[in-house]
T-cell receptor
Framework: SQELEQSPQSLIVQEGKNLTINCTSSKTLYGLYWYKQKYGEGLIFLMMLQKGGEEKSHEKITAKLDEKKQQSSLHITASQPSHAGIYLC??????????????FGKGTLLTVNP | DADVTQTPRNRITKTGKRIMLECSQTKGHDRMYWYRQDPGLGLRLIYYSFDVKDINKGEISDGYSVSRQAQAKFSLSLESAIPNQTALYFCAVGGGREQYFGPGTRLTVT
C-alpha cells in the first residue's frame, strides 16, 4: 500500500518567516492533494497537483510536485497567524476509470507566533 | 465547505448502541467517502462510493456499514458502537480533480 510521510511533524515559526513542508510517497504519485485543517475542524482544500513539475499557488501558499512524482513540497511565504493549522497531503490512488481514493499523511502542525 | 453537510456534528453514545451519521452534498458529485481521524493515526478511509450503485470497503471497514440513498446522500452506520470507535468522522465528496470535506462529526462512545 502507498505510504505518505510528511516532514516535519510540527513546526513553529515567527510571523513573517518563510517555511516549507514536505510530503514523500513510497510510490509514484498520480495526484497529490494539499489540505489545511484547523484543530478539530473540517479540511479545507488548497490545491491538487498531477503532473511532474507542476506548481500551483493559493494566496501565499505554493505547492510543487517534483519531476519524479514521488514528493511534493508546500511553501508558505511571509507566514501569518492565519496560516496556523494542520497541513495534510493526500495521494490519489486510481480505482478504475476516472475514479480514485485518497491516502493521507499524518499531517504537519504549523504554529505561527506573532 | 458549506456544500457538504454532516449530521449530527457531535454525538455521545453508549457501547452497544446503533448510530447513524449522515452526509449530504449539493455539489452534484458522484464520488463520496467516509473517513475517520484519530490523533497520531491521521485520516483513514472507511467506505467509499463512486455512484449510487457502487459501494466499496476502505482500509478500516470492520464494525461499519454504509448506505448510498441517493447521489447526494451517503450514510455511515455503527451497528453496535464500541469505545475504540470514538473519533472525528469526515464525509468527503469528489468530482473531477477536486475532493471536498464536510465539517466533521465528533463521536464519543462511552
Amino acid at each position: 500500500s502507498q505510504e505518505l510521510e510528511q516532514s516535519p511533524q510540527s513546526l513553529i515559526v515567527q510571523e513573517g518567516k518563510n517555511l516549507t513542508i514536505n510530503c514523500t510517497s513510497s510510490k509514484t504519485l498520480y495526484g497529490l492533494y494539499w489540505y489545511k485543517q484547523k484543530y478539530g475542524e473540517g479540511l479545507i482544500f488548497l490545491m491538487m497537483l498531477q503532473k511532474g513539475g507542476e506548481e500551483k499557488s493559493h494566496e501565499k501558499i505554493t505547492a510543487k510536485l517534483d519531476e519524479k512524482k514521488q514528493q511534493s513540497s508546500l511553501h508558505i511565504t511571509a507566514s501569518q497567524p492565519s496560516h496556523a493549522g494542520i497541513y495534510l497531503c493526500g495521494a490519489a490512488k486510481p480505482s478504475g476509470g476516472s475514479n480514485y481514493k485518497l491516502t493521507f499523511g499524518k499531517g504537519t502542525l504549523l504554529t505561527v507566533n506573532p | 465547505d458549506a456544500d457538504v453537510t454532516q449530521t449530527p456534528r457531535n454525538r455521545i453514545t453508549k457501547t452497544g448502541k446503533r448510530i447513524m451519521l449522515e452526509c449530504s452534498q449539493t455539489k452534484g458529485h458522484d464520488r463520496m467517502y467516509w473517513y475517520r481521524q484519530d490523533p497520531g493515526l491521521g485520516l483513514r478511509l472507511i467506505y467509499y462510493s463512486f455512484d449510487v450503485k457502487d459501494i466499496n470497503k476502505g482500509e478500516i471497514s470492520d464494525g461499519y456499514s454504509v448506505s448510498r440513498q441517493a447521489q447526494a446522500k451517503f450514510s455511515l452506520s455503527l451497528e453496535s458502537a464500541i469505545p475504540n470507535q470514538t473519533a472525528l468522522y469526515f464525509c468527503a465528496v469528489g468530482g473531477g480533480r477536486e475532493q471536498y470535506f464536510g465539517p466533521g462529526t465528533r463521536l464519543t462512545v462511552t
